[in-house]
């Protein structure tokens, strides 16, 4: 076959710190996350913009408990958790 329908990649993201709430998602459950369906091989910054998230540079991101970037690949499988980074004593 000439062409090939991209392969789809399911994603858990999973948002803390209030989040959620900055980009209006009621009823979300956080132990869960969000389970989303993008091309496999799609940048962490697309799928996030896709969720509504503006602000993306403010944030700290883990793919699978790794430190990630905004131009991370996501696959198939992979768990992404987006923290807002805190200061205080």
Known sequence: MLFRKP???KVTIKLFSGINR???LTEYDPS?????DVR???RLKKALKRLGMRKLMHNAYFQNG???GLWS????GDEISCIKPSAGG
Not at 32 to 36: A, H, K, L, M, S
Not at 73 to 76: A, F, H, P
């Open 32 to 36: 869960r996350g969000i389970e989303i």
């Open 40 to 42: 496999d091989g799609t």
């Open 66 to 68: 790794e430190r990630a």
């Open 22 to 24: 900055d980009i209006g």
């Open 7 to 9: 392969a789809t990649a």
């Open 73 to 76: 690949r996501l696959r198939d």
